[in-house]
């Protein structure tokens, strides 16, 4: 008993899902009923015919205006499945019956399209007063115009999902109406009952959503409102019987190939940082020359090897003596001695002086001949080993250069210069890039 009270409960919970499901689409056709209702009562068939055709021309002709070249048309063929309401005074989730259909199609361009639609299975209707129902089977074939609205107002571009409205005219076959005649029923109730079979209009207006026609294979969903002969249900209605119908579909599109996308090239302005070096002035520290005449005295001595007179052989000679002949150079007035002496600790008084003489004289010879010094301005001297100038025995093996005047000095003094350096800086610079935008 447990079980049995679980599983009605669950039965329950799934009829009252059914029911919203199928009170939701009729509300979301109610418009598109509304439009049979005036096309009915304001005009006969023959007229609605005409302006269906009408209406199929001018959307077929819009549609081809707005087709580009490279869109094909396609074929398809969907299976659909859902459920059905014949509306009646009776409660909804007590008159919804399984539905299927079958179609072939195809649309000529991206907006308007055709197709053949066949619905068939079994509908259903009752009297709410006795809790008495009955069902009868019928197939409703349709030509359907559809009107793919996303293609409408966003030319040739793919859309994930499509939104269509969907009308058409054709013809309802009714039979097996045994269950009502089963049910024993005052003719009052059913005068309009009728036996074997039924063939009456049906005019259909409604919504679809469809996935993306670029693809292969596509998923709609689709809820329609069908009016139907007064004698459809086989109750009084004094108008149309209405049919809903909602229902899920599965379609395959043959010969179908997505627009080839087109791009266009144009000059787009990009800002980009860019490294650069731009010319920078500084201000740096450089020694500058300064010559002036200033009145000085001068040293240099030259050194001698034992028992050596030579000043060629003789350690920092030419050092010495070209600095002492480049100073004289720059001085008009001065005068120089060069004096030549010998160690006490080697040889006799005879010997050194005759070495201190000779060592004088071959330093005053190349200042004269080798760089150019005029003779009268140097006076050679000799003091022999009389006369020691360092206190270290070998040192005084040598030749002491010594003069005095106003000579020409060059010194170096720091003054600010002015210099320009690249420096590298960041800027922002606009430049155009060629970039391709996609059109369709």
């Not at 299927?100 to 259903?124: D, E, Y």
């Not at 009107?147 to 499509?162: D, T, V």
């Not at 003489?357 to 301005?377: C, M, P, Q, T, Y």
Request: hydrophobic content about 40%.
């Amino acid at each position: 008993m447990h079980k049995g009270k679980v599983f009605l409960a669950d039965d329950s919970i799934i009829r009252q899902i059914f029911s919203s499901f199928v009170a939701i689409s009729r509300k979301i056709i109610i418009f598109a009923s509304r439009i049979l209702i005036y096309i009915k009562t304001n005009s006969r068939v023959m007229k609605s015919k005409k302006l269906l055709i009408t209406a199929a021309a001018t959307l077929l002709l819009v549609g081809t205006a707005m087709a580009q070249s490279d869109w094909k048309s396609y074929t398809f063929v969907e299976l659909q499945g859902g459920v059905q309401e014949t509306a009646t005074n009776a409660p909804i989730d007590k008159l919804i019956t399984p539905t299927a259909a079958v179609s072939v199609g195809h649309f000529f361009t991206p907006v308007v399209g055709a197709r053949l639609h066949v619905n068939a299975w079994q509908s259903k209707s009752g009297f709410k007063s006795l809790d008495q129902y009955y069902k009868w089977k019928y197939v409703t074939p349709d030509l359907d115009l559809m009107l793919n609205l996303s293609n409408l107002f966003c030319q040739n571009k793919e859309h994930a999902l499509n939104v269509m409205l969907v009308g058409g005219v054709g013809l309802n076959y009714a039979w097996d109406n045994d269950e009502l005649k089963d049910l024993n029923l005052p003719a009052t109730l059913t005068p309009l009952a009728w036996k074997d079979n039924r063939l009456s209009h049906n005019l259909r207006a409604g919504l679809r959503l469809e996935t993306n026609q670029a693809k292969r294979l596509g998923v709609s969903f689709e809820v329609n409102a069908n009016s139907l002969d007064d004698r459809f249900n086989s109750k009084t209605n004094d108008a149309d019987d209405w049919q809903f119908t909602a229902m899920l579909g599965l379609n395959l599109r043959l010969g179908h190939k997505a627009p080839k996308p087109k791009f266009i090239k144009k000059l787009v302005d990009v800002e980009e940082e860019v490294e650069v070096e731009e010319p920078e002035t500084i201000i740096v520290k450089e020694k500058k020359p300064v010559e002036k005449m200033e009145k000085k005295s001068i040293k240099e001595t030259i050194f001698f090897q034992l028992a050596k007179s030579d000043a060629s052989q003789a350690e920092g000679t030419d050092k010495a003596i070209k600095q002492v002949a480049d100073l004289m150079k720059t001085s008009e007035d001065a005068s120089f001695t060069v004096t030549g002496y010998a160690d006490k600790g080697t040889g006799n008084p005879r010997i050194n002086k005759m070495y201190a003489k000779k060592r004088a004289d071959d330093v005053v010879s190349r200042l004269v001949n080798e760089h150019g010094i005029d003779a009268s301005r140097i006076k050679a001297d000799s003091k022999g080993d009389t006369v020691q100038p360092f206190e270290e025995n070998d040192k005084n093996r040598c030749v002491i250069i010594t003069g005095e005047g106003t000579f020409k000095v060059t010194t170096y003094e720091e003054v600010d210069v002015e210099k320009t350096v690249m420096k590298k800086v960041k800027k922002k610079v606009t430049r155009q890039v060629e970039v391709e935008e996609r059109v369709n």
